[in-house]
């Protein structure tokens, strides 16, 4: 059977075709902001000629169970009926699902959390999205909502995030918040300082991670995770990344009696975990 894995993307919009477990196709294009329907076009030219019997998508945003809608900001969508317009175009049926619960899924599957009971997965990019696995299956809450860590509050009226509230994680963690620490640096620039010893860039670094371990103690104390999983571009650092966050995350649970069990983890998929995922969740749900 082939399956198709879509990540809807800010930036891009990315597609894989399955054949069982074996990829036998893929492409990337470049987002397109005119509409929905634009984007669903695309994607069903991206896999034209592809004879696919499934889909699965991941997509920014949140996807509400009730009304089966798609809101996402950073594309410009609300209330958007993402499977109803897909299932129209590609003439399958077709599964839609948030990035993050696509991307932990593959990381489930055969990456760094592999059949873990319970892990958390954290995408540190523009924003900051959030998915977990709970005795082994996806957990989503009650309307497809939860998980949504980025926006934790962290600190008590502190700035406003784009979501409306004030003091969220993304604000302090995201690859936004660190390019603002470092008065508009990229986070390449940021990164590659830092490991090359730069004191400014180490330091503007290491009060990033402290923010992002705020974040990390908090779903350890709620949720108490196998893993923490770490994807979305700034897991780019690779080790440089997770040693610190695993450092500063023993430095907090230092001073109390409480033991830590989670391990920081590098997402082992990177930009192919929305995809497979995706498709992982098609085939999990639909067959």
Known sequence: MRIAGIDI???SIKVGVFDGDMLVHKDSRKT???????VCDLIADMLLGQNIQLAGVGTAGSVESFSDTVSA???GWEGVPLRRMLTERLGVPVW????????????WHDGVCRGAECAVY???????????????????????????????????????CVCGRR????????????????????????????????KAMLDVFDAFIRELCIGM??????????????????????????????RELERIFADTTD????????????????????????RENLL
């Open 9 to 11: 993307g800010g930036t």
């Open 32 to 38: 397109p902001f005119d509409s929905p329907d634009a």
């Open 73 to 75: 900001s950073n594309l």
């Open 96 to 107: 839609v699902d948030n990035d993050a619960q696509a991307a932990i899924m593959a990381e």
């Open 122 to 160: 954290l995408t540190l990019g523009t924003g900051i999205g959030g998915a977990m696995i709970v005795a082994g299956k996806p957990y989503r809450g009650k309307n497809n909502l939860g998980a949504e860590f980025g926006h934790m509050i962290i600190h008590p009226d502190g700035p406003r």
């Open 167 to 198: 003091g969220c994680l993304e604000y302090y963690a995201s690859a936004t918040a660190l390019k603002r620490m470092a008065g508009g640096l990229s986070c390449r620039t940021i990164i590659d300082r830092a490991k090359a010893g730069d």
């Open 217 to 246: 103690n908090t779903l350890i104390m709620v949720f108490d995770p196998e893993y923490i999983v770490l994807g979305g571009g700034l897991s780019g650092a690779g080790e440089f990344l997770a040693e610190r966050c695993q």
């Open 259 to 282: 033991p830590l069990y989670c391990r920081v983890r590098i997402a082992r998929h990177k930009n192919d975990a929305g995809i497979i995922g995706a498709a992982l969740l098609a």
